[in-house]
């Protein structure tokens, strides 16, 4: 049956090991998670040489998987066989491959416990062979989180290691790097090799260790779009020019394209109160001013005017459109775009 990856971890930290494993799905963070605790913790460090196996899918076939499956321990209790990266096993999807493992998991070995990574895609429910896993196994589907999700995850896992943050921490980390679960994890535990005992994670610290300069990023730049501040801007965009490494235009472009959707939201939303703007902005709620700032200076039309010219800049960046504009180039023409009105039929 399908589980969560909190109940299955869960379940592990008490030693309740399944038979088997399924763990597919497009967000590897979780997959990764659960694999690297089975296999740090199901043996012990002296059982692990006999009795715990690693291997890749794109080396093996169902029946080899299936034959270390099949191997009873020596001087343990159980046994591990981990298959990682198990989407590349050829024959995983072909008939006699789901034959063979349909009838391993009709009565799979009790003392071995085989896991699946099946990374970035998900088994075709309505074949045999994911009802067979759905209903023997222990199955995991994940999908990627959406972008409001984030800053909730991020919170989560702070919580977990618990360590207090402020909610313009929470944002930034969010913001900064997206819905990259494994390398926002990777990034926050190495923020907190850096935080001394008792002291709480603040944007300060974020920004010291994250590679986000104080006073050029996408956030100032947001802010310099509010107070129609063109001087700042450009300084913005000349810091990218001279730092591209850091300063990826695609990932800011999708920063500035959540912004004004969210702005167009609040814009189109009955309640316009504060109290209705600040419920609608959620774990956002403490930027309240700023979306009040900018609903003042992009009226909604505006909104779905830059919308439109961020979708452009996007389609330029990928060199879809627009020949072999520079990025820095690309985002001076979205920011003058911006701030003077343009046109669309001009502008596209």
């Not at 999908?143 to 207090?164: C, E, F, G, H, M």
């Not at 009226?299 to 459109?321: E, N, S, Y």
């Amino acid at each position: 049956m399908s589980h969560t990856p909190e109940s299955i971890l869960e379940q592990l930290k008490q030693k309740q090991f399944a038979p088997v494993y399924f763990l597919q799905g497009e967000e590897s963070f979780y997959i990764d998670t659960i694999a690297d605790y089975i296999e740090q913790n199901a043996l012990q460090e002296h059982e692990k040489g006999f009795n715990q196996v690693v291997i890749y899918g794109k080396d093996v076939d169902v029946s080899t998987v299936l034959l270390q499956a099949k191997r009873f321990p020596m001087m343990s209790d159980r046994s591990v066989v981990i298959v990682k990266e198990a989407q590349s096993i050829h024959d995983i999807e072909k008939e006699e491959g789901m034959k063979q493992l349909e009838a391993y998991l009709q009565k799979p070995l009790p003392s071995t416990i085989l896991v699946f990574c099946y990374k970035h895609k998900t088994l075709d429910g309505r074949k045999a062979l994911a009802k067979a896993i759905s209903k023997h196994a222990i199955l995991l589907t994940t999908k990627k989180l959406y972008d409001n999700q984030v800053p909730a995850w991020v919170t989560s896992y702070l919580k977990q290691k618990n360590i207090r943050a402020t909610p313009q921490a929470v944002q930034l980390l969010s913001e900064y790097i997206g819905a990259d679960l494994s390398r926002l994890a990777n990034e926050i535990d190495k923020l907190l090799l850096n935080l001394k005992p008792g002291a709480t994670l603040d944007e300060s610290v974020v920004q010291e260790n994250v590679g986000i300069s104080k006073e050029y990023n996408v956030f100032e730049l947001q802010a310099a779009l509010i107070a129609r501040d063109a001087l700042k801007a450009n300084r913005i965009i000349h810091y990218f020019e001279s730092n591209p490494k850091n300063n990826p235009l695609i990932p800011n472009l999708s920063m500035l394209f959540n912004f004004f959707t969210k702005l167009l939201t609040l814009h189109t939303q009955a309640d316009k109160s504060e109290a209705g703007l600040k419920k609608s902005l959620g774990n956002q709620a403490w930027k309240l001013k700023d979306y009040m700032q900018a609903m003042r200076v992009f009226p909604a039309q505006r909104c779905v005017d830059i919308i439109h010219f961020v979708r452009v800049a996007d389609l330029q960046v990928k060199g879809i459109t627009g020949g072999d504009m520079a990025e820095a180039d690309i985002l001076r023409e979205l920011v003058f775009k911006v701030l003077h009105p343009v046109p669309r039929a001009l502008a596209s």
